[in-house]
Structure formats: C-alpha cells, structure tokens
C-alpha cells in the first residue's frame, strides 16, 4: 500500500508491503525497515526495528497525524497514493485560502480584525474564552480577511468558523 | 476531630483532600456541579450532592447552597481547597455564622491578604520589604500611574491570585487593553474586577515560604519552593528547596515570612510569596491564604502531610512539630500537567482520556483528579495532574522527573507533558539559572537532534494507523497475536539503515 | 559506567530495572519470550529482542541465548533482577567469561550463598549463629535426619530461595510427599532439585538486613525489614523498620550481617535473612545474592536508590555513602499484588486487566509491570504490582496504604487487594504482633461488620448489571449524560434506610 | 424488572423499576433505594443513594456475581424471575452432583483419589500445577467420586472436568 506524507511542504513516499518471508515493511523513501508492530493499546503502537523497541503515540485526525516518540513530536499528513494524486492536481500545499476555526467551545471575548483588513502572519485576529483562559487566534500567514464569521460576545461551539483569510 | 468534613472543590484538590481525610479516618461530603456526576472526586468521596449547572459561578461559588449541603449532611468542617471560595471571606464567615468550621484561616486573616493593598501595608508595618506600587483605583488614575512608577509595570486583580487577573505592560499604549483584560479576567475569576499596578521587578525569581500556624500562637515555616517557571504568570514547574537561597538567605527570609504571618494573626497552612532579585533582595509579594497547589514538593523533601496538618490546625490540636524539628531532606520537583497543545500555542484540549498510563517506581508522585474514560469537562481549569519527583539532589530529582514524564501516557487529549520534557534538558533549567522571563527568553519548544531519525519512525508508525482503517492497507497484529514472527527475527540480517 | 544493560528478567523487575537506568541515562536491552512480546518492559526499552517460547526453561534461563543477544547488541552488563537466573553462578561465569559485567556479585559469592549447607558452614566460622540442620541428602536420609532433629522440621530447596521449594513437616507421616513436592518445585523453579532439612523455629518473625558491598573491601547495611507475613512461605508484605527491632538488637544483627556480607567476599547489593524468636535470638537463615522484591521498603525510609547503586557498584565506583551517613526516615510498607482470588484459596487468576487505576497522592510508590489491555500470562509469576506506602509513623504509613488499596482498581482479574485491606484492619497487625505464621494463626479473612449494609448495595449494583445486559432491563445513564437526574435529588425526601 | 438473588441459601427479591418522578429505583426486599447510577468505566458503577457515594466493583459470569465494595466482598447468584423460577422447579441449591473443573490452564502434578472413593468435605481430590505454583483442589462437599476426568502428568485447559462428587 503506497502513501504520501506531506511534511512541512516536503513530498515523502511511504510504501507498507510483505516481503517474501512474510515480513512486514515500510520503506521511506530508499529506506527499507522490517518492522515488529502491536497496538498495545488503542493508538498507542509497540514498534520493534532490527532491535530497537519504540514505543509510539499517534492522534489522528483524517489524514493529520501527530506522533509523540521518545519526547519529539511530529505533526504531518498522510495521504494513500489515489488521494495523493487527486490532492497533487489540486494543490497539496497548505497556502491559499485558511479557515480559522475553534478547536472548542468558548465565547469570542474580542474580534480584532475587520473583512478586507491587510494582516501579517502572526497578527491577533479573534481572542476566544475557554477553560478560563483568554487565547488569541492567530494569522497563519500574510493576507486579507476576506470574512469574519463570529461576533463579540458569542458562545460558539468548537469548530465554529471565525476568520478567513486569502 | 471532625465529625465530617466537606470539600467545596473539584478536580485533583478535592481528590488530594478526601485522600487526607480517609487517612486521618475522617468522612467525607464532595459537592459536583452537573458537568461532574463522573468526576474522580464525586466517586472517592463517602456522600456527593450536586450543587448546580456546570457554570462554576452556578454551582462551586453558590456559598449559600454549599453551606446548606454542609448543614444537612452534617458536616462540621468545610475545606475549600484553592481557588473557588477558598480565599473569599464572606464564606469562611458564613461557615462560621453557621456553626461549621473553615478549614483554613481567619475571614479577618483572608480579608486583610486578600486585598493586596491591605496587605501591602500590613508587611511595610511589620517590616518586610514590599515592591513599589499603588492602590486600587479607576482606570484612569491606573493609567497614569503606571506611568509615574514607570515601565515595566505588572496589572494585578486585587482579590485572588494564581496567575488570573495579571498583565504585565512594557509600554504606555498596552496599558488601557491590559487593565481591560486583568479586569475582566478578575471578574470572571473572583467576582470583583478591582486591579492594581505594581512595579514590575524584571528577571526576578519567585520564591515563596510554606507556613504552618495554629490557633494557639506557633508558627513555623517549612523552607521555600521556587516557582520561577511560569507561562502567563501561571506556575508551571515548582521545586524545593531553591538553588538561589542559601543558609544565610532561607534564614532570613523564612522569619520574614513568619513575621508577616504574624502580622495578619494567620493560622492553618498559608505561602508567603517573594520576589528575589539578582542581587538576592526579597520583596513581598502576595500571602496565599490556603492550601497551595505545589504543596506537594515541599510535602516531600520535609515529610510533613501540610493537608492532614490543615485539618489538625482547624480542630484546635497544636502544631506537633516545633521549627527545629524541620529538616530538609533531598529535592523535589513538580510538573503541572494542563490539557493544553504545547504545539499549538497552549490551547486547551478538553476531551476524553482514552488511555491513561501513570508513572511509578521510586520516588514519583502523582496528584490527579481523572481517569481512564473521564472526559475533562470545557467548563473548569485545564490542569488535569501534578507529577512530582523526590531525588536526594536536584540532579536526581530531574533525571527522575525525565524519566516519570518519558513513561506517563495520556491519550484522547493533547497534554504539556512534551513541554515538560524539553524544559528538563534545557541546560538553563539544569544549571538552575531560571527566572520568572525563562519561558520567553531561555526556552525553544523545538525538536531536538534525534529527531531526523525517528521522523522516519512517525512516518512507519502513521502508515500502519491508515492500514488499521482500509481493508487494502496491510494488517499489522493485535495484541493477542502469537510472537512468532518476533522470534524468527532473532536470526534476521540487520536492515536497519538510521 | 555501562555503555549499554541487557535485563535478563520481566515483569515488574525488568520495568525497575530500566527505570534505574533511564536515570543512570544507560541504554537498555529488554529480552523477551513469546508470550511476552506485549510485556511493558519490552515497550519501556530502549532495544528488545525475542529469546524463545513462553516456558522460561526455554526462553529467560537459556543462558548462552541471552549472552549471545547481550553480545550482538554491544551490552556490557547483565543485570539479572530477582528469579530466572539471579542466583546462578554458572550464568554470572558465563557472563564473565564473554567480558560481560554481571550485574550483581561474583560466581563464588553466589555458589557459596547459593548452597544453603555450604552457606551455614560459612556463617558458623564466622560466628552468625544459625538453625540446627541437615546437609544434602538423599530422600531416606533426610525422612531419618528429620526424626533426628524432632517435629517440626523445614524441607528446603538447596538452590533458590523465594518461597519455592518449601515445606513444612508437622509430623513425620507428612515427611515423604513433603520432599518429594521440595524437589518437584526447585527443579521446576532453578533446575535442581537437591533439598536439606532444618529445624522449624516456631512463631518466628522473620528480619532481614539489606546489605551493599563495593568491590573495595566497603560494606554497609541499610536497616532491616520485617518480612513475617508469609502465604505458602512466601512474603506478601514486608515493612521497615521492623518494631520488633530496638537500637540494640539493630546494631548486633547489623554486625552480624555485615559479617556475613564480608565471610562471603561479597560485593554488590544482597540481603541478610535472619529468624527472630519470641526471646529475640536470631539465627541466620540465608543470604539473598540479588535484588530482593521488597527493596522498595528500604528505598523509603532511606532515600537510597538500591538498583541504582547496584549499577554504580557493578561499573567499579566505592560505594558513595558511609554506614554513619545511613539515616533511617519514617516508616515504610509493602504489599505485593498477586493475580490470585483470595476468597477462592487463592487460585491463580490470569487474564487481560481490563480497566486499571493505581492509587496516588502522598506517600504512595507504585511498582508494576501491567497496564490496561495487558493479558497477564500463565507462565510466569503471577505478582503483578508492589505497592508501597511511606508515612511519619507505622500508623501513618498503615494509614496510607488502606487509602492506597481502596484506591487500587484493577478489573479483569481477581487481584489479592482485598486481602491486604483485612490484614491493615487486623488488631494484631496494628499491634504488630506478626510471626511467620500470622495468616494461619490470627488472621480470619471474612466480610467485616459493615457487610450486611453494604451487601443491599451490591444487589442493586448485580441488578443493573443484568438490566444492562437485555433489552427489558431498566436503563441506567452512561457516562456523557446531563447530571441533571442528580440535580433534582437536592429536594428529595431522604429514602435510604440502611 | 424482577430478579432473584441468591445468597448462601436465602433468596432475595430485588426489583428495578423507574418511580412516577422517572428516578430509578432498586427494592431489596422491602428496602426502596432511589438510585443515581454510572457506569464510569467498565463495570464499574459509581452509585449515589441519597447521598451516600459508592464505588462499586463488579465481575459477573453468567448469573454469578463478585462484588468489591469498601474492602468487603460478596459473592452471590442473581436471575431474573423466569429463569428463578425454572431454577425453582429444578432445585436452586447448589448441592447435590458437584463438577471440580480446573479454572485455567494447568498441569496435573497428582491424582489424589479414584472413581468410587468417599471423600469429606475438604480433602484434596487433585493438585494441578499453574503460574508455578502447586494447588490442591478440595471437595466442596462429602459424597463420593463418580468420575475422574485427568490422569497425572497431563496438561489441561481451563475448565477441564477434572472430578465428579455426588
């Protein structure tokens, strides 16, 4: 089974498959590991390479992935190879229009920023209450607001659509 | 001792206590807002009674329902824990008037600490030195002080603590959104949107001293915690005792500190908190009329349970241990762990814990307040678990701390545990050169050296969770599989290229 | 120090074991046999390697496979834990003659602790007094040398030591299946089924002293622990200090183990056995030459690190403490979980822990080799956690470990939890009137006076679980439900009646 | 909902039924409890009875039941009133032809008795060997072996037939 991991912009071929002994591989990129691998607990893989045991942590979400091993994290996205493709046509980066959403219910405290407002990667753009706790929603990237879904005072629930920015 | 006790809390403080309470044999009645009926705290406890909807200012902060559960479960004695009603003395006084014991100081002793500048004035009587500052007043009068005391200056609420009601501001126009924001921040927090400015001492270590009192005049102080580790003005690492005192200091300042305990006429267990500057000059700071979370580290380098002592002091028993009797034995440290992205700017990740994995062996502890299918609830304070560790010096405190967080496996929400990590191989942190400013200027949450190779691992390990989801993909053994295939590898020629 | 450790053991131990040497910052080598490839030690290192089927006379005791993985990994020790090959001074050879460090004392020390009979020898020139007793003989020897020596007498296995290979004789009509059950268990257990027979000394307490030795000629020891409460010979729970210890009889029995430690030459961590009668004579029993199970007790009340002075010791460093610089710092508790039902004979009860929730909070250490979703095997041993508690005071720590055990849920097995919670509620235990046969004498395992109350409960608990399980059943919330059913119960009429 | 319990010998009525108010509710003879109950994790019941907060553990097998609550232990039968009553005709007791079957897999180390023999309550009839350690099955009643189903030196499953007493 043929995937590609997009990290950080970067294109990875991941390719899982047994070999003729019945071993289970993945080969990344030219790099071939045999792999021992259980799930030993819901999302939590015990993986042994040649010797080494690792001990795995993955949340997923679709095809986002984030994996915590031996105290790194890595966040990324994995696509089978017919998604790739279709993806590949459409664009695989992550630039282009961004949709600012709340992870969690909350209540919008201040919105910063105005449709057609010019921002800068990082400029505050929404603050959001949750948990007892101000945050502010930042800008991905540089660009116009090209819509502001919330107002102040709001109780949104998570995934609610804030800002959008081209 | 009492009959029975309530405990006006919920989370890990209210397991911590009911834990004290089933050692000292003492019944115990938890209150639970709706968003709780699971909690760790309604199902240890002896009785539970829901006090209301999940907004806490609906259910934990309704005084007057609290205390009718107390009266009608026949409790005679309320310990309420930290935060929530714990330093409000309109509580402790209704429990009084209502013929059940506060666990806890004084309403006058809560009152005169609890208004900053109260308390300012109260420490410049008796002599302990303060940070310069002023009193409450309207926006206006704060925004022009500000500029008189002259930047950097901090925005504090004046009721509370904890880190909440607090902004610090670097230059005149951050000043009106900051005093806008400690306001509302205190408001939603305590109840009282009053805030003052102090001069904001910069690079400071804070460092605070454990104080026990009784009712009966003894007061004594178990060392100091160094709290330096803090994001948003929130402690997130504590240690006892600290690398910057010495004898000399920990002598000084600990009978200032039982001197401003005096002061105010305080008994039960209470922190007096301190600013340490470069030069080792302490400022006071604040005094924490309760129970402090990062009790527990001091708890371990000094073998006193400072929550049973609580209940000792507030049934009239004399301290049972004299000043000299104190003594300071290793190192202890403690990681607050929040159900916060580290990766993601610090957003909460309420959820449920799918799995949940505590550390153990020598010299771990962990305080927490969930468990395995608890979903931690949007409505309350996202710290889910204190870990802490005792080595006989710091370095093994540390080493044990990296290797408690390394096994600790919470799963379903994203946690600080990999902040924590990083934190305990910063060679700041390690030769101890931390300050309140440590997160901002000596810290990068990034991945470190090893991690090309085990990006490769992320990769293999991302491949088989698609795997587990399509039938295409290749199937990878459960847990029940037999280990026949681990067993040939034994004779396996080595292909592992990293 | 190590460039790298194999672990030629599993379970808790091995999972001890890494933990010393994550903080040691050693890499480590786990071994596994099939039926462990889910084992928690395998995922907590660093390397693992498969060394054969589930029986572990053909995966953990096949010495030259484990050597041969020690050298294919580039480990230069072996730390053998306790069991399997700890106390085999062929494998400690074998090690050395691969220029592999055995992690423990040299072959010699352990061949001559190893042979009871030679050990006694060895303690009578050294002036340690000991029990009356046999050499190896053959079954019609020993039956005649046990009317010799008068009723009752002890049949042990020459090799080992743990429990197995025990029995004890009342009278003589029991002494022939008695020797022959001897030999079955130590040739299952250590492959050698020589066993000799000693005087039994009756309500005897049984005090041990942990020793540690460098490879310079330093040997200290850390304080006894009192190991009397015994099942089938077998320790289930174990404190230090031990009240049948004064400042007196410690410093005499600390000589004399010392003693024992350096008329052996022996170098690395070991444990002194001694019986104590009721006139407070000891008699040396037998020398540990490993890591005993219930370390942990020590480590508690003196913050010494035993595992990890065992690597230290083992890589050539002096010992880093004096016997003057031991202190000795509260009270500690162990109680050893088995995965048997206690109210069934205590019959082996393996399986997958389903749900598992280990207690916290102060005083409490944790150690276990389980998580939940883990099968507890048949092979092996079915210990599956030590828990420990630390307080102040025997009261205290007694204190903590009953909040400690009720807090323990381990679901999916049957576990001996319920067990220790009636032994830390007996009077005699309290008093600590404890001998070796305790649990026969003066222990009654039986449901306590609050039972008839609490038996309604678990009806209504067996009654909604049979609803849950059909259709016509009356339905109970699950766990995301409004607590809103718990709200209104603040105006209802009081109905329980218990 | 109507069950029986049976609880060394006496049988007990317990009913389960939802109140006008819809408060669910378990009588226990005639003992009412108005229950808030929880399944917090898997049978693990968080019960509140007026207030009073237990943790309750639970491990059934069919219609046997072992309970953990505040240290104590109870072990008991519980069916639902059908099948009480088929039990009823048929005899509830739990004398009369007794099966001694191996609870896990094991090795028989020795066969004390023989088809034919008396036995008392208590005497050993088989000891099996399992997890390393050597137990010693022992008759639940007097009577007498009818059939031995295990010769020495075999090994067993769990739930092997091992012994019948009448």
């Known amino acids: 089974m043929g995937y590609v991991a997009v990290v950080g912009g970067e294109h990875i071929p991941v390719d899982v498959f047994r070999n003729p002994d019945g071993e289970l591989v993945v080969k990344v990129e030219d790099r071939e590991y045999v792999v021992d691998a259980r799930w030993t607990q819901l999302d939590l893989l015990s993986l042994i390479i040649d010797g080494r045991s690792y001990q795995v942590d993955i949340h997923s979400e679709k095809d986002s992935h984030r994996v915590l091993v031996e105290g790194e994290h890595f966040d990324f996205e994995l696509f089978d190879e017919r998604k790739a493709l279709l993806k590949s046509a459409a664009g695989l980066g992550v630039e282009g229009i961004q949709e600012i959403r709340t992870s969690m219910p909350g209540k919008i405290v201040i919105v910063l920023v105005a449709e057609g407002d010019e921002v800068q990667e990082g400029d505050g753009l929404v603050i959001v209450e949750a948990m007892k706790m101000e945050n502010e929603m930042k800008s991905p990237m540089a660009g116009t607001i090209t819509k502001v879904g919330v107002v102040e005072g709001e109780t949104v629930e998570g995934g609610a659509l804030l800002v959008v920015v081209e | ?80 824990g930290y935060g929530f009603l714990a330093e409000n003395p309109v509580f402790a006084k209704m429990c009084e008037d209502n013929g059940i014991t506060f666990i806890g100081p004084s309403p006058a002793a809560i009152e005169m600490m609890g208004h900053k500048t109260v308390a300012r004035e109260t420490m410049q009587k008796a002599n302990v030195p303060v940070v310069p500052g002023t009193e409450l007043l309207d926006d206006d009068d704060l925004a022009r002080s500000a500029v008189e005391i002259g930047f950097p200056v901090m925005v504090k609420a004046a009721a509370g603590g904890g880190g909440k009601g607090m902004r610090i501001v670097h230059e005149q126009k951050q000043t009106e959104e900051a005093i ?29 001293f454990q104080i026990l009192a009784d009712r009966h005049g003894n007061v004594i102080h178990l060392f100091e915690r160094e709290c330096s580790i803090q994001r948003r003005h929130q402690k997130v690492i504590e240690e006892a005792p600290s690398m910057a005192v010495d004898e000399d200091l920990r002598m000084r300042m600990g009978e200032a500190a039982v001197s401003a305990a005096r002061a105010a006429g305080y008994w039960s267990a209470g922190t007096v908190e301190f600013l340490v500057d470069k030069h080792r000059n302490f400022f006071f700071l604040e005094m924490n009329t309760r129970l402090q979370v990062e009790h527990p580290v001091t708890e371990m380098i000094t073998g006193v349970d400072i929550a049973k002592e609580m209940f000792r002091i507030a049934s009239g028993e004399k301290l049972s241990i004299r000043q000299e009797d104190v003594t300071m034995n290793g190192w202890a440290l403690e990681c607050r762990i929040y159900a916060e992205d580290p990766f993601n700017n610090f957003l909460p990740s309420p959820g449920v814990i799918q799995t949940l994995r505590v550390p153990g062996g020598p010299g771990v502890r962990d305080d927490s307040g969930v468990y395995a299918g608890y979903e931690v609830p949007l409505y309350y304070d996202p710290m889910i678990s204190k870990l802490c560790t005792w080595g006989r010096s710091r370095e093994e405190a540390i080493d044990r701390m990296k290797r408690a967080l390394g096994e600790y496996v919470i799963k379903g929400i994203k946690t600080t ?82």
């Open chain 2, 1 to 80: 001792m009492f009959k029975k006790v309530l405990i006006a809390n919920r989370g890990e403080i209210a397991v911590r206590l009911i834990r004290a309470c089933r050692e000292l044999d003492i019944p115990t009645v938890a209150v639970y807002s709706e968003a709780d009926r699971n909690a760790l705290h309604v199902r240890c406890a002896d009785e539970a009674y829901c006090v209301g909807p999940p907004p806490s200012v609906e259910s934990y902060l309704v005084m007057d329902r609290i205390v009718d559960v107390a009266k009608r479960s026949g409790a005679d004695g309320i310990h309420p």
């Open chain 2, 180 to 208: 806008r924001a400690a306001r509302s921040e205190a408001k939603s927090s305590f109840g009282d949107d009053a805030v003052f400015i102090e001069k904001y001492v910069e690079e400071p270590r804070h460092i605070e």
């Open chain 2, 417 to 498: 545990i990999p902040f924590h990590l990083k934190v305990m191989s910063n060679e700041h942190f390690l030769a101890g050169d931390i300050t309140t400013s440590f997160i901002g200027d000596k810290f990068i949450l990034e991945t470190g050296e090893h991690g090309e190779g085990l990006r490769d691992v992320s990769l293999v390990t991302a491949a088989l969770q698609m795997g587990r989801r399509t039938r295409e993909g290749v199937s990878v053994s459960g847990q029940r599989d037999k280990g026949m295939d681990a067993w040939r590898m034994m004779g396996r020629r080595s292909r592992w290229v990293m």
